[in-house]
T-cell receptor
Framework: DTEVTQTPKHLVMGMTNKKSLKCEQH?????MYWYKQKAKKPPELMFV???????INESVPSRFSPECPNSSLLNLHLHALQPEDSALYLC?????????????FGPGTRLTVT | QKEVEQNSGPLSVPEGAIASLNCTYS??????FFWYRQYSGKSPELIMS????GDKEDGRFTAQLNKASQYVSLLIRDSQPSDSATYLC??????????????FGKGTLLTVNP
């Protein structure tokens, strides 16, 4: 089973709203990731959690705030976003294997900021 | 700065033909190599991983890795219209201290014509 689930599938929010994206995996993976993908571009890494600790922050603006409550869950809290933040937000997970790090993506949340 | 280069395409092949997708990477000490398939509006799906020089076959897919040439390819035999998608080459490991970070190519759009 290589399933990563994400909710909601679609989200429309105003620039003054606060919302959260959720991600869950039950594969026993100990690394989880947030990516942002714009149309016709590859995914861009935002954050990496390893063993529930933030391992990488790719200089993401503070209006994006990640949280990893436990090894199966990953949240992305959104506040005061800009229209240019509209994109597909992807969660992924991987085993913490020194060699492979195969990453499996969830279906994504399509975010529109108005 | 690690780079992964792919022909953007579009690559158009007739149904039943072999589709050949190519990728080069700049970081000589990269360790793990992946091919993702992404249908329009969907998330990337991992279809092949390869770690050692040579060929790796899985059904109609064959991945080829040549570390000396810093080259990885994906062959799709007996191409089907359902193979029409963007194919993303991704590389991780190597220098820079982080095996978590995937570097993606820009993707090759494949169209299989019935």
């Amino acid at each position: 089973d290589t399933e990563v689930t994400q909710t909601p599938k679609h989200l429309v929010m105003g620039m003054t709203n606060k919302k959260s994206l959720k991600c869950e995996q039950h594969m026993g993976h100990r690394a989880m990731y947030w990516y942002k993908q714009k149309a016709k571009k590859p995914p861009e890494l935002m954050f990496v959690y390893s063993y529930e600790k933030l391992s990488i922050n790719e200089s993401v603006p503070s209006r994006f705030s990640p949280e990893c409550p436990n090894s199966s869950l990953l949240n992305l809290h959104l506040h005061a976003l800009q229209p240019e933040d509209s994109a597909l937000y992807l969660c992924a997970s991987s085993q913490r294997d020194y060699r492979t790090y195969e990453q499996y993506f969830g279906p994504g949340t399509r975010l529109t900021v108005t | 700065q690690k780079e992964v280069e792919q022909n953007s395409g579009p690559l158009s092949v007739p149904e039943g033909a072999i589709a050949s997708l190519n990728c080069t990477y700049s970081d000589r000490v990269s360790q793990s190599f992946f091919w993702y398939r992404q249908y329009s509006g969907k998330s990337p799906e991992l279809i092949m991983s390869i770690y050692s020089n040579g060929d790796k076959e899985d059904g109609r897919f064959t991945a080829q890795l040549n570390k000396a040439s810093q080259y990885v390819s994906l062959l799709i035999r007996d191409s089907q219209p359902s193979d029409s998608a963007t194919y993303l080459c991704a590389v991780n490991g190597g220098s820079g201290g982080s095996n978590y970070k995937l570097t993606f190519g820009k993707g090759t759009l494949l169209t299989v014509n019935p």
